[in-house]
């Protein structure tokens, strides 16, 4: 996308960070569903959101776990997003009392996709940027426009040469 701000910075999230910062989702999500407190399902966003919505779904005793597959960045280049996979139509209804996790929102065009799809649903990122803020319901940690996230699974370790063995 031609408007889109240079992601800058670099915010490196551990398999650990990602896991407390999940459950922390969790219990804030905790007894808000609209029947007695409950939700009905956990419905993740592929495929980011996978992880977080298994952590979800742990913590939340919620056994009953959908995914929706929205496709729009080829690495971190942006392109209009469409859905490729939906979950049960009879289960989702119009959304309500379903929990939609996704790892992140950022420029909120994949929330605003799926909103459209499940307006009574409520939707819950771990991270998010400012753009995408309006765009969900709940999240933990907010993240600065210019800075690229960069999850557990896209990364691995490797060696580095040492400070002074450089030349
Ligand atoms: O708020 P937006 O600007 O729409 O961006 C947020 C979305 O982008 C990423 O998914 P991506 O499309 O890269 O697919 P993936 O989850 O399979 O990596 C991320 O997991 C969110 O779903
Ligand atoms: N991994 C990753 N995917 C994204 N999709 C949109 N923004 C981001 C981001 O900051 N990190
Ligand atoms: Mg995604």
């Given at each position: 996308m031609a408007d889109r701000l240079p992601h800058e910075k670099g915010f490196h999230v551990s398999w650990d960070q990602i896991h407390r910062d999940a459950r922390a989702l969790a219990w804030r999500l905790?007894?808000?569903?609209?029947d007695d407190g409950a939700w009905r399902a956990v419905v993740a966003i592929t495929r980011g959101g996978m992880a977080p919505a298994m952590i979800v779904s742990r913590e939340l005793d919620i056994r009953t776990v959908d995914t929706i597959s929205v496709k729009s960045y080829n690495k971190q280049e942006q392109s209009e997003p469409r859905v490729i996979k939906s979950p049960q139509a009879e289960m989702m209804?119009?959304?309500?009392?379903i929990l939609i996790v996704d790892d992140l929102v950022d420029t909120g065009k994949t929330l605003e996709l799926v909103r459209r799809l499940y307006p009574k649903a409520h939707f819950a990122t771990v991270y998010a940027k400012p753009s995408g803020k309006p765009m969900v319901d709940t999240y933990i940690t907010e993240v600065s426009q210019d800075t690229w996230i960069f999850f557990p699974w896209d990364m691995a370790l490797q060696y580095v040469e040492p400070y002074r063995g450089k030349d």
């Open positions: 905790d007894g808000k569903g609209p209804g119009d959304g309500t009392g």
